[in-house]
């Protein structure tokens, strides 16, 4: 029971950052669920893919509470949503697979650098070129398979790459963070069947799990971060975003360094 009330604490966490920052919550919900899954006894060998595989999972309701309270704001940019989503499945499924190859050790470090490097992004905040503007189909297609690959990969619900991404086109801030969690929609589904087949029938997985998807963390932590998405998305649109970021920049480069240290 305790641990299941660990669960609903990370969700809460993770559900208020994904309505924020429209981030989809991975960047702490899976290197969380290593430090719990170890203290569980789970088997090192796949402790790591199944924190990312139910990170994804949990990201699925998190992702449609959120994408509901930004379209409540018309925030949600949706001519940018279906540009991208086309790639963004396709990248996704493959960044499942590449996942299914790397040992824990590579993929923990993989995330650890790559949380360093939103952090650093987070932190500096550059301001895009005035005359940028989102690019044609076929470049928002590869856009979209990038940010699906790299969130398969690493368990994500994409936040960290369409945010950027979008700011960069001179996207304002809030319609880039409502489009983004609308795109960790997608994301998450087809990132959870992705890890739910590479993980069928491993040795080693704790019961009650479907592949690299543990299903008591993942109604623990999406039963609490639906519920706190909406208070996100609405902080979204009252609280000094910048200052935020840089905030949660400090908190992603704690845990890029833990986790790169083992």
């Not at 932190?123 to 470049?139: E, G, I, V």
């Not at 969690?181 to 029938?201: D, E, H, M, N, R």
């Amino acid at each position: 029971m305790e641990i299941f009330a660990l669960y609903m604490l990370l969700g809460a966490i993770a559900g208020t950052f994904a309505g924020l920052l429209g981030i989809g919550g991975g960047l702490i919900i899976v290197p969380t669920l290593i430090f719990l899954f170890r203290s569980q006894g789970i088997s090192p060998d796949v402790v790591v893919h199944l924190a990312v595989g139910t990170t994804l999972a949990t990201i699925v309701p998190t992702s449609l509470s959120s994408m509901l309270a930004h379209n409540r704001r018309h925030a949600v940019q949706w001519t940018v949503f279906w540009l991208l989503t086309p790639g963004i499945i396709i990248g996704v499924l493959l960044g499942a697979a590449i996942a299914n190859e790397l040992p824990s050790r590579v993929l923990r470090s993989i995330f650890g650098v790559f949380a360093l490097a939103v952090a650093a992004q987070l932190a500096l905040n550059r301001t895009p070129a005035p005359h940028r503007q989102l690019p044609q189909r076929a470049a928002m297609f590869g856009a979209g398979s990038i940010i699906g690959a790299v969130s398969g990969v690493v368990g994500l619900g994409g936040g960290s790459l369409t945010v950027p991404f979008l700011v960069w086109c001179n996207v304002n801030v809030r319609n880039a963070v409502a489009t983004s969690a609308a795109c960790g929609f997608p994301i998450a589904v087809f990132g959870t069947l992705g890890f739910v087949a590479s993980g069928w029938g491993q040795t080693g997985l704790p019961h009650l799990a479907t592949g690299h998807v543990y299903w008591p963390a993942v109604v623990g932590v999406a039963s609490a971060s639906v519920l706190f998405a909406p208070l996100g998305a609405r902080l979204a649109h009252t609280l000094p975003v910048k200052l935020l970021k840089r905030l949660f920049a400090l908190f992603l480069a704690a845990i890029g360094v833990k986790l790169l240290l083992g």
